[in-house]
């Protein structure tokens, strides 16, 4: 009797607060933001009501230094901030092609981008747009050199996966290398791209992972671990999936969709490698945990008896 009671008041608390398989507490990260059907261009408006005047200086700002980015004959670079006015009327706009695109493609990415924002978030303080192929955001506030994680938006692939424990641990290998080496990147690219393969399955998963070049290296890293922390509740048993900030993104897919010149490999760790990925006798993480919590039982249960 006295060890059953025991058990119960030892063993639920731990088995609560510990299980992993438990649900996860929902997070404050709230998905905002639209995306075209086929999510080559997603974007949010600010969901306040900042909005301008007709007419008012700043609106026209915004209005020169979006057209000004969008058929700037000097653009052969990836990236770009502007501003345009003195406060309070003042209008800042970084614009970033991806890592892998030419430079000379990016101008046409920023040209469509600002037709959305014009478009679709008319009259707003503050906007962005995530292309494939490049991000524009603009606001009234200062933004250069800035961590902004929000607003954030998810976009999942339509593709389910029957290995999906396996596939996390190699998500996780990849974006612990590309982050790293994104992050460490210079004052005009934080961006990198890289495959790997899923052990026994041959599964090949393709990732990138970009920064906005202003944010300094803390920063960096610190946005993309946000966004890889994401992925198990958004994108668990999918093949892939993207998370989109105003700071950084992350995208993994299971075809390639960058290009070829930027791609590297990126090899598992050991543990993860073929020589114990034998998925039938592998002790996965959960069944290393009920092994631990049984010990753990046991331990209590003769306590429980003395
Ligand atoms: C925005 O304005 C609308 C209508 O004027 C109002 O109903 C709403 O509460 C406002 N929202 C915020 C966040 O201020
Ligand atoms: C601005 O003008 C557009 C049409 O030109 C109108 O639809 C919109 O309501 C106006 N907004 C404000 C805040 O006056
Ligand atoms: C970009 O922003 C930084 C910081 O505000 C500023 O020093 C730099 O001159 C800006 N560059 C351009 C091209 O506006
Ligand atoms: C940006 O716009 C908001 C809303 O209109 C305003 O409260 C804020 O003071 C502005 N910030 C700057 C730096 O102008
Ligand atoms: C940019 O878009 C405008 C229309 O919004 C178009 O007239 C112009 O040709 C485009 N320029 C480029 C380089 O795509
Ligand atoms: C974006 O703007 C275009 C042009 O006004 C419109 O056709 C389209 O429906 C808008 N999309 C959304 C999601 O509001
Ligand atoms: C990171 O971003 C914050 C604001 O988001 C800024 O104040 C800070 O200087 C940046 N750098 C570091 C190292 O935190
Ligand atoms: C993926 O799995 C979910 C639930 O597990 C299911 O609702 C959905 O239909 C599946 N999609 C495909 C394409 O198999
Ligand atoms: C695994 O996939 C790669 C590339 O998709 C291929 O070259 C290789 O032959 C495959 N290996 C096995 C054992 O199927
Ligand atoms: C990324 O992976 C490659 C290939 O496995 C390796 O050479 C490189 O050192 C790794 N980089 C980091 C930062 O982990
Ligand atoms: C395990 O990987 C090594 C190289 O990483 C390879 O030479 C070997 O053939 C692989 N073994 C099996 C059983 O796939
Ligand atoms: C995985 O385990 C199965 C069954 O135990 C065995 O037949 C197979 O050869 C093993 N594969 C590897 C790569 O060790």
Redesign the pocket.
């Given at each position: 009797m006295g060890s059953s009671r025991l058990l119960i008041f030892f063993i639920l608390p731990i088995l609560l607060v510990l299980d992993p398989l438990a649900p996860t507490i929902a997070d404050d990260h709230i998905d905002e933001g639209v995306c075209t059907t086929r999510a080559d261009y997603c974007w949010s408006c600010s969901n306040t009501n900042n909005t301008f005047n007709n007419g008012s200086i700043d609106k026209q700002n915004l209005n020169t230094l979006l057209s000004s980015l969008a058929s700037n004959a000097q653009i052969n670079s990836r990236f770009y901030n502007f501003s345009l006015g003195q406060a309070p009327n003042k209008v800042n706009a970084i614009a970033v092609c991806r890592g892998d695109v030419a430079p000379k493609d990016c101008l046409t990415c920023f040209n469509d981008s600002v037709s959305i924002l014009l478009q679709n978030c008319t009259n707003q303080k503050e906007a962005i747009v995530w292309a494939e192929r490049c991000t524009v955001r603009y606001s009234n506030i200062s933004i250069f050199g800035v961590l902004e994680d929000k607003p954030v938006k998810f976009v999942p692939s339509p593709n389910n996966i029957s290995n999906a424990e396996q596939y996390k641990q190699v998500l996780n290998t990849i974006f612990g290398n590309l982050s790293e080496k994104a992050a460490a990147g210079d004052s005009v690219s934080k961006f990198a791209a890289g495959h790997a393969?899923v052990p026994v399955t041959?599964?090949?998963i393709y990732a990138t992972v970009q920064c906005s070049p202003d944010l300094d290296k803390q920063n960096c890293s610190d946005c993309l671990e946000e966004s890889i922390s994401d992925i198990p509740e958004r994108f668990d048993g999918l093949d892939g999936g993207r998370v989109l900030r105003p700071s950084c993104y992350l995208r993994f897919e299971s075809n390639p969709f960058y290009d070829p010149g930027a791609d590297t490999l990126i090899n598992l760790p050991d543990e993860q490698g073929n020589n114990t990925s034998n998925i039938t006798t592998k002790v996965s993480p959960p069944s290393f945990f009920r092994l631990a919590l049984s010990f753990c039982l046991l331990i209590l249960s003769a306590f429980a008896f003395l």
């Amino acid at each position: 009797m006295g060890s059953s009671r025991l058990l119960i008041f030892f063993i639920l608390p731990i088995l609560l607060v510990l299980d992993p398989l438990a649900p996860t507490i929902a997070d404050d990260h709230i998905d905002e933001g639209v995306c075209t059907t086929r999510a080559d261009y997603c974007w949010s408006c600010s969901n306040t009501n900042n909005t301008f005047n007709n007419g008012s200086i700043d609106k026209q700002n915004l209005n020169t230094l979006l057209s000004s980015l969008a058929s700037n004959a000097q653009i052969n670079s990836r990236f770009y901030n502007f501003s345009l006015g003195q406060a309070p009327n003042k209008v800042n706009a970084i614009a970033v092609c991806r890592g892998d695109v030419a430079p000379k493609d990016c101008l046409t990415c920023f040209n469509d981008s600002v037709s959305i924002l014009l478009q679709n978030c008319t009259n707003q303080k503050e906007a962005i747009v995530w292309a494939e192929r490049c991000t524009v955001r603009y606001s009234n506030i200062s933004i250069f050199g800035v961590l902004e994680d929000k607003p954030v938006k998810f976009v999942p692939s339509p593709n389910n996966i029957s290995n999906a424990e396996q596939y996390k641990q190699v998500l996780n290998t990849i974006f612990g290398n590309l982050s790293e080496k994104a992050a460490a990147g210079d004052s005009v690219s934080k961006f990198a791209a890289g495959h790997a393969l899923v052990p026994v399955t041959n599964q090949t998963i393709y990732a990138t992972v970009q920064c906005s070049p202003d944010l300094d290296k803390q920063n960096c890293s610190d946005c993309l671990e946000e966004s890889i922390s994401d992925i198990p509740e958004r994108f668990d048993g999918l093949d892939g999936g993207r998370v989109l900030r105003p700071s950084c993104y992350l995208r993994f897919e299971s075809n390639p969709f960058y290009d070829p010149g930027a791609d590297t490999l990126i090899n598992l760790p050991d543990e993860q490698g073929n020589n114990t990925s034998n998925i039938t006798t592998k002790v996965s993480p959960p069944s290393f945990f009920r092994l631990a919590l049984s010990f753990c039982l046991l331990i209590l249960s003769a306590f429980a008896f003395l």
